[in-house]
């Protein structure tokens, strides 16, 4: 009778896999491999080796705390000569003495997350047990049969493995970008995105078929979704707040990466991280997706409807002086951002595979829970309303209509001739660069087109927007150069008379600081002409200079300021209405990196900022942060206040761990001046071999 086979130790590879399986950066202390390909362990047994015809080896893997073969959580399987499809599998590769080199592989549906390893060795009627240990197992999108596959390397590289990106923000007229570190392969991320999913209600009310459906990209998406705000008491990630009252905790502006918000999370028992706004919750979310290995990436719409009621029609009233009369809970966003996730949609009828938005910010329920999505991008585009899921919601998001009404003194109301457009400059960060990519054709045919009446008779609604070329009387408002922080500029209300006669008007010209989200403040700037007389096709300039002592001291963290211009003409009682978001530009960052760019070799960076206002900045802090550059967030706060066009600077010295294109970024914040944003693209080279 053969003695029995004894496991002396084992390997499990995980340097070699986690370069074959793009895990490397995870951490080399545990294995991370993407589901449906191969992945190699090393057994040595003690006294003999293994003998075929003798020995009998097989594999248990499971997953969750409930496994069962049938939910998909557990499967057995023997060593065999060749892999089987569909299965997972285990195959002999090499023998040499008592070292066994054995290829698994899971199948490309298999349910993702952590999995624990066992061996099960029997000789004759005798048998052991052995606990190899634990594995990650990630969705694969360099696997065709998965579905979240990606056909291009260049997409793939952006989506899943970049780790640092942009974020468009700023207003229609004057789109800005914002470094974020997505951070998704960072120390303890994949733990924490791990535990999300465990957190998660529908986990803790049916841990098995939870855990049987996280082979979905679909189910973990409508998760993350969820989860990654706190609406529901779900000990969801952040908690958001638009009022510009932040003191108990951090400024929505003032982060400028993911990793330190999911590790306050959990460092504070997966209570809530104080403030979250749209492009947070976004980028919190695409982190996940990216790290659990969906394509993702964050978008943003500008003039983002947001339409309660559903009938695609969001209505606003103003006086005479532009004012909101009464507060509609239908808004305006200057912009919104959501994620949108790579994915096949088997749930649905083919043709909807591809792109899904999910947005992550809580503003309306779906089933009962603050999330939405994934809604196909192509269903939005086509009207088609009804399908999985929430898109009737993001449909209006990209193309509600909106009308102003003007609400007069007497309290009769007049609706304006003006037809503000949803859903425009849809914004991404392009593969590879760092220029924005405009994906607007994705959600919507070109306006005015035979196509898009089509796709709103589907979707039950008559398009009513007016075209910019009749005749009558229009008004733009333009902006004579850029509007800094701390500076005095014009703007001006161009206004044109397109008719063959003499019109009087008067011309009410108001600035006010606002709020993205389409909240507006005080008043900084106001002019009213009551006699405005316009000559038979003319145009006519009217300046309003906005000074930096008014809009000072109420500019909200958004740096926007609300420009509307109301022209009512007499005689026929007509009005026309423009509005513009002015962005009030903040200082820019320099960032010089002196010395090599090498891997495990000092760098210094120099960071300076000219303060532009006419009076001190004090409490300054400077926030600087980078995947592979800086092993966390390295914070530095400045002693002396920083006087009038004097430079706040500091040096910081960090050594690079990763090779590669790396973003170092800064964030600024002091009393007067938060949220400045600044970053540098840094190219580490690898260690000489």
């Not at 999330?371 to 509600?400: M, S």
């Not at 045919?445 to 039950?460: M, T």
Request: proline share 5%; glycine share 8%.
């Amino acid at each position: 009778m053969a003695e029995e086979l004894v496991l002396e130790t084992w390997d499990l590879q995980c340097e070699s896999n986690g370069r074959e399986h793009r895990t490397a950066e995870m951490g080399r202390q545990q294995l991370v491999v993407r589901r449906g390909q191969p992945f190699t362990i090393t057994l040595h047994f003690s006294g003999r080796g293994y003998e075929e015809g003798v020995d009998k080896l097989a594999f248990n893997v499971e997953t969750g705390p409930c496994p069962v073969e049938t939910s998909g959580t557990r499967s057995h399987f023997a060593l065999t000569d060749f892999p089987e499809e569909g299965t997972w599998s285990a195959v002999l590769q090499q023998q040499d003495g008592a070292a066994l080199c054995v290829s698994l592989c899971s199948p490309a549906s298999a349910c993702v997350g952590r999995y624990s390893l066992t061996l099960e060795a029997s000789t004759d009627y005798q048998g052991s047990t052995f606990h190899i240990g634990d594995f990650v197992l990630l969705f694969n999108a360099w696997h065709p049969e998965d579905t979240v596959y990606l056909r291009d390397e260049d997409e793939r590289r952006e989506y899943v493995l970049s780790q640092q990106g942009l974020i468009y923000q700023g207003a229609r007229d004057y789109i800005t970008s914002t470094p974020w570190n997505f951070g998704q392969f960072e120390d303890d991320i994949l733990a924490i995105c791990l535990n999300l999913l465990d957190t998660n209600p529908k986990f803790l009310r049916d841990q098995n078929r939870d855990c049987s459906r996280r082979n979905d990209p679909v189910y973990i998406g409508r998760v993350v979704s969820a989860m990654v705000n706190c609406n529901d008491e779900d000990h969801g990630v952040l908690l958001g707040r638009w009022d510009d009252r932040y003191e108990d905790g951090m400024s929505p502006m003032a982060w400028i990466g993911s990793v330190d918000i999911l590790k306050r999370w959990k460092n504070f028992g997966c209570q809530p991280v104080k403030y979250g706004q749209c492009w947070v919750f976004a980028a919190v979310a695409c982190t996940v997706m990216r790290c659990l290995g969906v394509p993702s990436r964050v978008v943003t719409n500008y003039n983002s409807a947001h339409d309660t009621n559903g009938n695609l029609v969001i209505d606003r009233y103003m006086n005479e002086t532009g004012v909101e009369e009464r507060r509609s809970k239908d808004m305006i966003w200057n912009f919104h951002c959501w994620v949108e996730s790579w994915m096949a949609r088997p749930d649905l009828a083919p043709g909807y595979d591809g792109w899904q938005a999910l947005d992550p910010t809580p503003q309306e329920k779906s089933e009962g829970v603050y999330c939405c999505g994934p809604a196909p991008v192509k269903a939005i585009k086509e009207g088609d309303l009804q399908l999985k899921y929430d898109i009737p919601f993001i449909f209006a998001e990209v193309n509600a209509d909106v009308v102003y009404w003007i609400v007069q003194r007497d309290g009769s109301q007049r609706k304006s001739t003006h037809s503000s457009v949803v859903g425009k400059n849809i914004s991404t960060k392009s593969v590879g660069r760092d220029s924005r990519e405009d994906i607007t054709h994705n959600y919507k045919y070109p306006e005015g087109s035979e196509k898009e009446r089509e796709v709103f008779a589907k979707a039950e609604h008559e398009k009513r927007s007016l075209s910019e070329g009749e005749e009558g009387l229009h008004v733009k408002i333009k902006l004579s150069e850029g509007a800094n922080n701390g500076s005095d500029f014009d703007v001006f209300a161009v206004i044109s008379n397109d008719t063959d006669t003499e019109r009087v008007c008067r011309l009410m010209l108001c600035a006010r600081t606002a709020s993205y989200n389409g909240t507006v403040g005080p008043q900084c700037g106001m002019k009213d002409l009551l006699n405005l007389t316009l000559g038979p096709r003319t145009v006519q300039s009217v300046p309003l200079r906005i000074l930096y002592e008014k809009y000072g001291p109420c500019l909200t963290q958004d740096n926007i300021i609300k420009v509307v211009a109301l022209l009512t003409e007499y005689e026929t009682g007509d009005v026309v209405l423009a509005i513009r978001d002015v962005y009030i530009q903040n200082p820019e960052i320099k960032i010089r990196v002196l010395g090599e760019p090498m891997q495990n070799r000092k760098l210094v960076a120099e960071i300076t900022l000219v303060n532009p206002l006419a009076v001190p900045l004090n409490n300054c802090v400077f926030v600087v942060e980078g995947a592979g550059l800086t092993e966390g967030q390295r914070i530095k706060e400045l002693e002396d206040p920083v006087e009038p066009q004097a430079e706040a600077k500091f040096r910081l010295d960090f050594v690079p761990r990763q090779s590669g294109l790396r973003k170092l970024m800064v964030d600024f914040e002091s009393d007067k001046l938060t949220g400045v944003k600044g970053y540098r693209n840094v190219i580490i080279a690898p260690l000489p071999k």
